[in-house]
C-alpha cells in the first residue's frame, strides 16, 4: 500500500517540480543546471536499470542503454513531453562526447601499440574492403528503388554505408571481456583507418555534389591528396611524436607532488590528442584512442611508486557516469515515429541489408589465421553517430537549387544507422559464444577420437 | 637547445590549431567540443600547476587555481584575445558547478549529522549575526561614502555583504585536513542557514526595489512567511524523508548487478538533492551538502560487500577533474581592469573592510567553548559566487526607469567579492596554525612551570 501510493505521489511532485519551478537568480543559466540535473538523473539510473535487464538476457549492457535512450527519447509519441529537452540540450551532448572519448581513451590503454602494429596489414584490408563493397551495395540498391531520382543520390547513400562507429563495437569487445583479443585489435585498428578513408569519400562526394551544382564534374585531385597527407601525418605523426614526447611529459608531471598529478596529466594528454585529431578533420575518438595506446605503464611508474591509484582505476568513475551518458543519449536521438512511415520501409530494409552484408566481406580479407573472422564482420556493422553525421551532411547539400536528399531517404538512412546499431550487440556477442561453442565441441570430439 | 626549439615551435603549433581550423562536419557541436577540449586541457594542467606552486608556500591548493584563473581570464588585458571564450562558455560553466556539487557532497559524506546537529545553535547564531553585522555594516559604509545615491542602493551594497560562499571554506578546510573539526561544522551548518538567510534578504531587497518603482514601500508579508516556510520546509523535510527513503533506495539498488551501481546511485541521490534545493529557490550546493550528510556508510554496506569502492574512492576522480573548474573559472571572472578605476578603488576597499570585519562578529557568537573563534570569523568571509549573483540581480533592478546601481558601484562589489574570496585561504591557514602555534607553546610553558 505504501509503496504504491509512493509511485503515484512521486511522479506527481516530480511533474510539479518540472513544470511549477519559479524563477531563481541568473535565471537561464540555473535553469539549464537544473535541468541538466535531472537529465543526468535519469540517464544514469536508465541506464543502469536497462543494462540490469538486458544482462539477465545474457545480451551486453550497451543495448539496454540504447533503448532505454529511445523510451526516454519516444515519449513524445505518448504525449508526454516534459522530456523533449533531452534531444537537444547542447550540454548533454558535449558530456556524451567526453563519455565517448573517454572510452576510447580506456580501450587504447588496454590495447597495445605493438600486437596493434602485428595486425596492421589485416586492418588496413578490413577497411578498405568495409569501404568499397558497402559503397557498391549501397549504390546498386539505391540505383534499383530510386530509379528516377538524381545520379548523386545513389553516390551519397554509398558513401553513408561507409562509415564504421567504433563507439558500439569498442563497448560490446569490453562489456565480453574481449579486448584483448585479435579480433578486437583488428576491429579497432580498421575503424582508425576506416575515418581516414571515411573522410576521403566524404571529400570526393561533397566535392562531386558541389561540382554538380556548378555544372562542372570533377573534384580537385590536390584536395584528396591533402587530405590523405594530413590524416596519415596525424597517424604516424602523432604517434611518432608521442612516444618520444609522452615518457618527458610524464616525467615532468611527476615532479608537481600535488594530489592527483596523474589523472590530470593522463586526461590532459587525452583531450589534446582529441582536439589535434579534430582540427585535423578526424574523429575525436581517434585521438584519444591513439592517446591511449602511446601510453603506457612505463610511462607513469613516477607516480605508481608514490602511492597514486593505477591510471585505469582511477579513470573508472569518470567512465562510469560519462560512458552512458553516450549511448543513452544515442537511443535518445532515434526518432521512432520513422518507423511508422511504411512507404519508406522497403527502402530503408534493403539499405540495412547492404549496410548489413557490404561489411560482412571484412571477415574475409583478415590474412591472419585461427581469427574468427564472423566476429569481424558484425564488428564493422554499427554506422552509429559517424553514419549519422555524414547522413547529415547530405541533407544540407543542394544541387541546382533543389535538394536532392529528400526527407524519406533522409528518413530511410536513420532507420539503417539505428538498426545496424541495436543488432551489432546481440550478434556480436552471439559470433563470440558460437566460436566458443564449436571449438568445445571440436576438442571434445578430438578427445573422443583419441579414447576410440 | 631542443628544449628550446620547443619552447618556440610549440605554441606556435598550438595557435595555428587554435586559429587555423578547417571546418568540420556538424560544424557548430564540433567547434564548441574543440573549445571545451582546449580549455580543459588549460584549466587542468593549470590549476595543478598554480596549485603545486601556492603550497611550496604553504599556502591552500584552492589558491594557487584562483590566481591561475585569474591569470587566463585576463590575458585580454595583454591583447592575446585567443582565450575569452572561456569566460562565456556555458559548458564550462555547467562543468564547473557540477563540481563545486560533488565538492559539497563529498563534503557532506564527511561530515556527521549527529555531530552537525550537536552544533546547531552555534551554526544558528554565526548565520543570523553573519547576516545582520555585515547589512548594517555595508549599508553604513554606502550611506557615508555615496551619500547622494538612492537609499535602496545602500539597502542593496548591505544585502550583497550578507552572502556566504561555502564553496572556497570547504575546499580550504579539506586542503588543511579540518573538516572534522567543530570549527568546520559550525561553519558548514552557518552556510546552510546563512543561505536561507540570505534568499530572505534578497526577496525583501528585491520586493523593495520593486514596490519603490511602483511607488509604495511594502513588501507583501505572505511572500516572506512563503520563502522562510519553504525553505524550512525543505532543510528539516528532506533530512526527515532522506533519512527514511535513503536506506530503502539503497537497498533496492543494491539488487541490481551491473557494475557501478553505487556510485550511480549516490550520485543521482545528490542531483536529485541539488534539484529539489534549486527548485525551492535554495543553491544546489545545500541541496548536494544535505545529500551528503544523509549518506552514511551503512546505507551502501551490501555494495561493499560485493567488492564495490568505498564511495569516497570512487567520488575522489570525479573532484579532482570537476573540482578545479569550478576554482580555476571562478578566477577566470575577476575582471582585472577593474582594478585600473582609481575612483573606485577608496569605495570598494572600505566595502572590502565592511565585508571582513562584518563577518568577524560570527566568532563572538559560538556556544561551544574551546573552539577557534578566529577560524569561524574568517572563514565566513568568502562572498564568491553567492555575492556575485546577488550583486548581478541588483545591476537588472530599475526605479523609475533608471538603473541604481551603477556600472562603478557594481565594479567596487565585484573587487570585494575577489579580495574576500582570494584573502580567505591565506587568513584561514594562517588562524589555524596560530592557534597550533599557541597550544604548543601553552603546552610548552606548562610543562616548563612543572619541570620548575
Known amino acids: 500500500m505504501r509503496r504504491a501510493l509512493a509511485l503515484i505521489v512521486l511522479p506527481l511532485l516530480f511533474r510539479s517540480l518540472i513544470f511549477g519551478q519559479e524563477a531563481a537568480p541568473s535565471a537561464e543559466h540555473a535553469q539549464t543546471v537544473a535541468r541538466v540535473l535531472l537529465a543526468l538523473i535519469l540517464i544514469l539510473l536508465g541506464a543502469k536499470l536497462g543494462g540490469e535487464i538486458v544482462e539477465r538476457f545474457h545480451q551486453p549492457a550497451v543495448l539496454g542503454e540504447l533503448i532505454v535512450g529511445m523510451l526516454l527519447g519516444n515519449l513524445s509519441l505518448l504525449g508526454f513531453h516534459g522530456l523533449d529537452f533531452l534531444k537537444n540540450e547542447e550540454i548533454l551532448a558535449l558530456l556524451a562526447e567526453l563519455g565517448v572519448i573517454l572510452l576510447l581513451f580506456e580501450v587504447g590503454l588496454e590495447s597495445d601499440i605493438v600486437e596493434m602494429k602485428a ?88 566535392g562531386l555534389i558541389r561540382a554538380a551544382d556548378r555544372g562542372t564534374a570533377t573534384v580537385p585531385i590536390e584536395r584528396l591528396v591533402w587530405i590523405i597527407a594530413k590524416s596519415v601525418g596525424f597517424l ?28 590530470v596529466t593522463s586526461l590532459s594528454f587525452c583531450f589534446l590528442m582529441a582536439y589535434i585529431a579534430h582540427a585535423i578533420g578526424l574523429a575525436t575518438i581517434v585521438g584519444a584512442f591513439a592517446a591511449g595506446l602511446l601510453l603506457d605503464q612505463v610511462h607513469y611508474r613516477d607516480f605508481l611508486e608514490r602511492g597514486e591509484h593505477r591510471l585505469e582505476e582511477a579513470l573508472r568513475p569518470l567512465t562510469t557516469i560519462l560512458v552512458p551518458v553516450f549511448f543513452v543519449l544515442m ?48 564488428g564493422m ?35 539503417m544507422v539505428m538498426a545496424t546499431t541495436l543488432l551489432t550487440p546481440p550478434l556480436l556477442k552471439w559470433a563470440f559464444l558460437r566460436t566458443a561453442v564449436i571449438e568445445r565441441t571440436l576438442s571434445k570430439s578430438a578427445c573422443d577420437g583419441e579414447r576410440a
Chains 1, 2 share one sequence.
Request: a positive charge; glycine letters at 12%.
Open 119 to 206: 595486425v596492421g596489414l589485416s586492418a588496413f584490408s578490413v577497411a578498405t574492403a568495409g569501404v568499397i563493397a558497402p559503397f557498391l551495395l549501397g549504390w546498386g540498391v539505391s540505383s534499383w528503388l530510386l530509379s528516377k531520382a538524381h545520379r548523386l543520390v545513389h553516390i551519397y547513400v554509398g558513401a553513408v554505408l561507409c562509415a564504421t562507429s567504433v563507439g558500439i563495437t569498442a563497448r560490446v569487445l569490453r562489456d565480453l571481456g574481449k579486448l584483448a583479443t585479435p579480433e578486437a585489435r583488428i576491429i579497432l585498428g580498421a575503424a582508425v583507418i576506416d575515418d581516414v578513408l571515411g573522410l576521403l569519400v566524404l571529400a570526393i562526394v561533397s
Open 236 to 263: 604516424f605523426g602523432t604517434i611518432w611524436i608521442g612516444q618520444r614526447l609522452s615518457p618527458r611529459l610524464f616525467h615532468l608531471a611527476s615532479k608537481l607532488r600535488v594530489h592527483g598529478m596523474l589523472l
Open 331 to 378: 537511443g535518445i536521438r532515434v526518432d521512432l515515429s520513422s518507423f511508422g512511415r511504411t512507404e519508406i520501409l522497403g527502402f530503408a530494409a534493403l539499405v540495412t541489408l547492404a549496410a548489413i552484408f557490404g561489411k560482412q566481406i571484412c571477415g574475409f580479407v583478415v590474412w591472419e589465421r585461427g581469427v574468427n573472422r564472423m566476429a569481424i564482420g558484425l
Open 381 to 415: 556493422i554499427p554506422r552509429g553517430e559517424v553514419g549519422l553525421i555524414v547522413a547529415g551532411i547530405g541533407m544540407t547539400l543542394v544541387v541546382q537549387g533543389e535538394r536532392i536528399v529528400t526527407p524519406p531517404i533522409f528518413s530511410a538512412i536513420v532507420i
